[in-house]
């Protein structure tokens, strides 16, 4: 088993109990670059980088296991998109505390304050609280003040601060979450304008004026010529 | 270790692949001058699949398009940034400068905003305005034919609209208005101030059989692989390449210094091959510095020999000074009007659509000269950082903030692009005291001593930012929006960027009619030696409330123009 797939079976595994319908779903498709093989534009010292960060381990086993648990109650899985198993995002976190080493502290004393709390209260592992156990300790560290800087709040607050936002920026620039977002763009379109229903939703409109000035779509593939004083022919 | 040296001898050095750089070659290569483009980082062509970021997701990357190793984000096609590993740079008496560096073919141009703003009239001798600074000994009318060459060449969106500082010229229809944008123009109009459409080089329009027309992904920072947008590769190397030019490209090569002879003229330059990390040197009879204002000042003060003790083209005393970058001050508001969008593609171009001008009187205002606006927001594609504290707004309608769960997820849904955000981007005084200079103490790895920096903002700088704060959050109220964050006070220049961010840096060697008050004339030649010229930003005077790059290429052709007709005329 490559290192790719252990990582995998922990996560799956961790969540292997739960009511989770994903916990038995195939892994999705290979998207992720993890060998530095798929290119995304990278300079070889950036490969390199990114080959000795994927070589490192930062999560062991149960702080991994705990992550996981800990996403899957922050966002659950949601039909037919999928959720955080989906989206990579305890891999998304493994890396990103190696690639950002400043959130090692915060991450790592998180999940032990989580098992501490948990024990105390419950005599069990995060982890392995029942879910409404894991839910009463998230309750009281869910919450932020949000006209206090985030560093000046408990440790607890920023903890679940930094995971809650790892979750879902892990989620929404994954497949599974940008298809549920409903982006549309980054791909080859032509741009005309506002849709009309949307303008009428919003209680803006276009200026006629305005309007004339702008591109004429149907004439994108004919080559420009002006006369002498700037203005457009074609 | 024996310095290699070629026996060839070009017509011409080139320093630098960017705007500046990247215009001189197509010049001179056009006009069948052998030239040699000299490069400190790597070839790069933006529809090179493996150098590509454009049209990828987020989720191709581990970390998601982060910036961790490119300040923008992963993305972005700059290979540098404020901070580049083994080439430090040094601050002098407690100032701050931030110095951004691209190094790769085409260098800036093939992330940067394409914001493309002709200077106007007023902007050359503004000096006859306000006293201030000094006057360009060029005008508008000089610069004028070249711009509108440049508009051509090049391709460019905008409109006419007869502005008096602001002109005309040959342009492409302009997209239509994003959502936010009408929003912002709505809110502008309120407060009296005017929006036109932006003016940027990108092809909304088809301008020849050799370049795209944009697809509106809105990714102009990744460089574009279809080439609608301008980049100093696609749009100028390449075709002078293609066009049966003599030009031979060193690339990873790092300048060290200008070379002369026992008269004092140069002969060339000597080049670091970061490959070998060997020395080497080239032959020419022309050496034209474009590595960036910065850049080659500091080749410049590098280059002393016993002609030149002082550096080269610097009796002056003046390489170096009167650095100034644009002033910037950003602020951004959230709109509940722009709550609870439905989902389409507004991509666009990448960056903004419109934007205000310079629109007021400086006689009823407390600070000089002025700044332009430019306008962001929408749904852009998600990236690291989206979705962080996904319902901090709720705190604007008295609602908890923060939670877990499947609620989340209709938070991020109900205020995605509901944020706008402006920047202002205006015009500094240049003053001799904001400077670069050599820093006797500090090398970088390839032994070539690095800059030292002494930038201080003055009143003047600082007054202007505390109006372009006034300002966004007069527009945002317009827009019934709340303001993001703190109002900046004095303690913190009132918003205004450290020197250096906007990354407009100009002035270096700055150009005039004098030689005790100029490193070089109105041709961007050397007043000291008149076979090496400089077509970056350095030769500008003033900055003006407008983005820099248009200019550098205008002026560039324009100097290039006359080294061919130099050479020609065997005057060099």
Redesign the interface.
Known sequence: MDRRESLKSIILGSLAGSLVVHGCAPAPEE????TGE????R?PR?KE??EK??AEQFLNEHELATVTVLCN????P?EPYGGIVEA?VP??IE??AK??PEVQTLLRGGLMWLDHKSNTEYELEFKSAAEDQQKEI?DGI??????TPIQKQPMEIQF??LM??LT????????V??E????????????????Q???D??????DEE??A????QS??????E?DED???LT | MQIKESTKTYDAIIVGSGAGGGMSTKILADAGLKVAVVEAG?YFDPKN?????Q????????????G??RVFG??D?A?GGWEIEGQPYTHKDGTKFDWFRSQMLGGRTNHWGRISLRFGPKDFKHRDVDGLGENWPIGYEDVKPYYDKLD?LV?I?G??EGLPNDP????????????HE??Y??GARKTGIPVY?SRMSML?????EDRG?C?????CS?ACSVYADFSSGSCLIFPAQKNGGQVDLYVNSMVREVTTDEEGKATGVSYINREDRKEYKLKAKVVILAASACSSARILLNSKSKQHPNGLGNSSNLVGKYLHDSTGSSRAGFIP??MN?????????GGMHVYSPWWLDNKNLDFPRGYHIEVWGG????????????N?F??FFGL???????S??ED??KY?GSVIGFGGRGEAIAREDNYCEIDPTTVDEFGIPVLRFHYKWSDYERKQARHMQQTFEELIHNMGGEVLGETPGEDQDYGLLTPGQIIHEVGTTRMGDDPKKSVVNRFQQLHDVDNVFITDAGPFVSQADKNCTWTIMALSWRASEYIVDQLKQQNI
């Open positions: 998207t992720v670059s993890t798929n290119h995304f534009g300079t950036e980088l990114i960060l994927n109650l922050i966002l659950p949601l990579e891999e998304f890396f990103m690639d950002i998230l869910a919450f932020y003040d949000p006209y679940f601060s809650r936002n879902l920026t892990g989620y929404y620039t994954s497949k979450g940008i549920e977002l409903g982006y549309k763009g980054n791909m080859p379109n032509i741009w005309d304008g506002v849709p229903e949307v303008l939703q919003h209680g803006v409109s276009y305005w309007l000035k702008c591109i004429d004439k994108r593939g004919i080559i420009a002006w700037g203005n457009l | 790597p699949p493996e150098q590509q970021t049209l990828k997701w987020p989720y191709e990357s581990p970390r998601r398009g982060a961790t190793t992963e993305f096609m290979y051509k391709g969106f409109t006419n005309d010229g040959f342009f492409l229809p302009p997209p239509k208005p994003r959502l009408l929003f123009i709505k459409p909304t329009k088809k301008i020849n027309v697809f509106y992904c809105g990714q990744r009007d722009l969008r439905k989902m389409y593609n507004e991509d666009g171009v749904m852009g594609m998600p990236n690291y950082g989206f979705g962080f504290n996904p901090d709720n705190k908890p903030t923060g939670g877990y769960g499947n989340l997820r991020v849904k995605y």
